[in-house]
């Protein structure tokens, strides 16, 4: 069975800093996938970041990046130069390459912009 | 691309009735979807899982008389909540896949129906 742990419930940041959120998952699958999700005040769930695990290189897509460290079984996700519409709930999520492919989250951080 | 839509965005209904969502992806035929229901403030709980023409797979403790899935068409699932109670009022999100997208793994989701049983 797959588990994700988002340690950190709340987090905030200045605007055009940068923030790292963090989190851990443990599976005992070869063949599984990363991701990030934002949930902003719409409740619309968004993808933000994907990760095969076979990829050794990180993720990038724009402003956001994930460091990706696959024997300490850690997929953090850093934003870059902040912006106003980057607060929402941060969902980190999993799933595996094999079967009925079913998204395990994480618990969610939500991320605070201060002006 | 990738666009996947939830029919309606908000319903309230008396208690004792049937209400229906749907969910349809709008750009790309999906070989799954998903059906969650977000609790305020937590994080979301997947309820079932459906496969274009076959029966849902339920998750445990999910009533699958009283949540009935339905995933006719390869653009269409929806989800009937029979006899609703207040307790069912709720955030329900749906999801979809396709093997057919570059990044099969990848689920996108719908905007969500609140659904608030008087």
């Known amino acids: 069975a797959q588990t994700v742990t988002q340690s950190q419930p709340e987090m905030s940041v200045q605007e055009a800093e940068t923030v790292t959120l963090s989190c851990t998952y443990d599976?005992?699958?070869?063949?599984?996938?990363l991701f990030w999700y934002k949930q902003p005040p719409s409740r619309q769930m968004i993808l933000v970041i994907r990760?095969?695990?076979?990829?050794?290189q990180n993720a990038t897509e724009n402003r956001f990046s994930v460091n990706f460290q696959k024997a300490a079984k850690s997929f953090s996700l850093k934003i870059s130069d902040s912006q106003l519409g980057d607060a929402a709930m941060y969902f980190c999520a999993s799933v595996s390459g094999q079967g009925a492919q079913k998204l395990v989250f994480g618990q969610g951080t939500r991320l605070t912009i201060n002006p | 691309g990738a666009v996947v839509s939830q029919h309606p965005s908000r319903v309230i209904c008396k208690s004792g009735t049937s209400v229906k969502i749907e969910c349809r992806s709008l750009?790309?035929?999906?070989?799954?979807m998903f059906w969650y229901r977000q609790f305020p403030k937590q994080s979301l709980m997947l309820m079932a899982t459906?496969?274009?023409?076959?029966?849902?797979?339920?998750e445990q403790g999910v009533e699958k008389d009283k949540f009935l899935i339905n995933h006719a068409s390869l653009t269409l699932s929806t989800l009937t909540v029979t006899s609703a109670h207040p307790e069912d009022s709720s955030f329900y999100i749906c999801?979809?896949?396709?093997?057919?997208?570059?990044?099969?793994?990848?689920?996108?989701f719908g905007p969500g129906t609140r659904l608030t049983v008087l």
């Open positions: 990760q095969e695990a076979y990829k050794q």
């Open positions: 750009d790309f035929q999906a070989t799954t």
């Open positions: 459906s496969n274009e023409g076959s029966k849902a797979t339920y």
């Open positions: 599976t005992s699958e070869s063949d599984y996938y």
């Open positions: 999801s979809a896949r396709s093997v057919r997208l570059a990044g099969s793994d990848t689920q996108y």
